[in-house]
């Protein structure tokens, strides 16, 4: 294995894109190999075998591409397949949940944490089993959002339909006296002005996504496979089952990057 492979990046769209952004921030000699599969979003109200299915279509995917490590930047994905891909594969392989508990545990005083997701991740409990397991006594509201999903996968994140979507749902956590709020799902960072501006100050919001990267850096470390060429700036490619123009749009903006070329690919 060379220290310059690619670490490849999977979402069921483009929401693993905020992992992205927060990878060439913290990780800017490492070369990035992102698969989005926005064909098939949403992943949430799907039953978890097809979801395993489909997070292994991209896993066979991004080893094609001779990848070093996998991000699995997807909570839903996460929940489904993480234990089994994990072990069947020979390279790292990080998912967004454990990260993602981490930091809220660190982060709550009150001990009251929220947990926003999709169907798929909210029923699984994932996040209130690794939360508990770290910290039996913390208190989880858990709450599935399905449609945070659909309006940054169409680019209306910043819309007044999206502000009135995200009120009608957090309005949920009203009376749970959180003061911690995880956006478990990597699509939601996107609508982060809003939410934020909906709970208030006074909560801590917890992206799972940017957690994982710290993680990401840490085992690029133990495993010596850190890329330290900074001589070379790295060529990133993008793939998505969807639509690249409509992808080419959110990346650019999201990730502030001019030239992108996003490759259409079919599983």
């Known amino acids: 294995m060379s220290n310059e492979q690619a670490i490849g990046f999977m979402d069921s769209g483009v929401g693993g894109l905020t992992v992205v952004r927060e990878a060439m921030r913290q990780l800017p000699n490492e070369r990035v190999v992102y698969i989005g599969d926005t064909a098939r979003n949403p992943y949430g109200p799907r039953p978890q075998e097809q979801v395993k299915q489909f997070t292994w279509d991209m896993t066979n995917f991004l080893l094609a591409q001779n990848v070093k490590m996998i991000v699995i930047a997807c ?3 996460t929940a489904a397949a993480l234990e089994e891909i994990k072990d069947k594969l020979k390279i790292p392989v990080i ?3 454990l990260p993602g ?6 982060a709550t005083k009150n001990q009251r944490i929220g947990v926003i997701g999709t169907q798929g991740t909210i029923k699984s409990a994932a996040y209130a089993k690794a939360i508990h397991q770290k910290a039996a006594h913390v208190t989880v509201s858990s709450l599935a959002c399905p449609e945070f999903v659909s309006l940054v996968e169409s680019n209306e994140y910043r819309s007044a339909v999206a502000k009135k979507v995200v009120a009608d749902d957090l309005s949920y956590f009203a009376d749970k006296n959180i003061d911690t709020l995880v956006m478990g799902c990597t699509h939601y ?4 002005p809003l939410i934020q501006n909906f709970v208030g100050d006074q909560v801590t919001l917890i992206d799972s996504g940017a957690e994982t990267v710290t993680q990401v850096s840490m085992l690029l470390d133990y495993f010596e496979i850190a890329n330290e060429n900074n001589q ?7 793939y ?6 409509m992808f080419n749009e959110i990346a650019g903006d999201w990730l502030q990057l001019g030239d992108l070329d996003t490759q259409h690919v079919d599983f």
């Not at 998505?240 to 123009?245: A, F, R, S, V």
């Open 101 to 106: 508990s981490r930091a809220a545990i660190k």
């Open 75 to 77: 909570n839903t994905a």
């Open 95 to 97: 998912g967004v949940i």
């Open 232 to 238: 070379v700036a790295p060529q990133h490619a993008f």
């Open 240 to 245: 998505t089952t969807g639509n690249p123009k």
């Open 189 to 192: 960072p996107l609508l982060r």
